[in-house]
């Protein structure tokens, strides 16, 4: 298997997810791995300062629009047991944009992640938002065969 393998049953898990949880919204929900953020939000008529001329590339990307207002979602795919730069990655990316949720989602494992995360319970590592309201990214494993979350492994629950 290949991370690319990963993207598109992520993108119909997200765009289903997004669905549930957004009455009466425009949902969009898209492969971006081989995209910068900022060319892929101006497509869809978003313009991003923070995005604009920085090389972000999210593997999954949600947009979630009503009127002049929006949210974004992110997943990033590995196929790797995780490890704290795949989470600083993310949380980079998180940091600067603030999406309104954020997923690491392995179909292997979760790697040193779960040493750090379960059995220190450094979840604060997870935390990212403007400081008015603290955001936790979601690290788990994907589920190959359900092509979902396996939401037992999901961190925090």
Request: glycine share 6%.
């Amino acid at each position: 298997m290949k991370e690319f393998d990963l993207y598109k049953p992520m993108t119909i898990w997200l765009n289903q997810y997004l669905q549930d949880k957004y009455n009466n919204c425009e949902i969009i929900v898209e492969d971006t791995h081989s995209q910068r953020l900022d060319r892929v939000l101006y497509k869809h008529g978003i313009v991003n300062d923070l995005a604009t001329g920085v090389d972000i590339q999210i593997d999954v990307l949600g947009i979630v629009k009503k009127n002049d207002d929006y949210k974004l979602f992110f997943i990033e795919a590995k196929i790797t047991k995780l490890t704290l730069r795949d989470l600083g990655q993310l949380w980079a990316y998180c940091k600067l944009i603030d999406p309104e949720e954020s997923f690491l989602l392995t179909s292997e494992s979760l790697g040193s992640l779960n040493k750090i995360l379960r059995t220190f319970g450094r979840e604060d590592l997870l935390d990212f938002g403007n400081g008015k309201k603290i955001k936790k990214m979601k690290v788990g494993i994907w589920d190959t065969v359900r092509n979902s979350i396996d939401y037992m492994t999901l961190i925090p629950r």
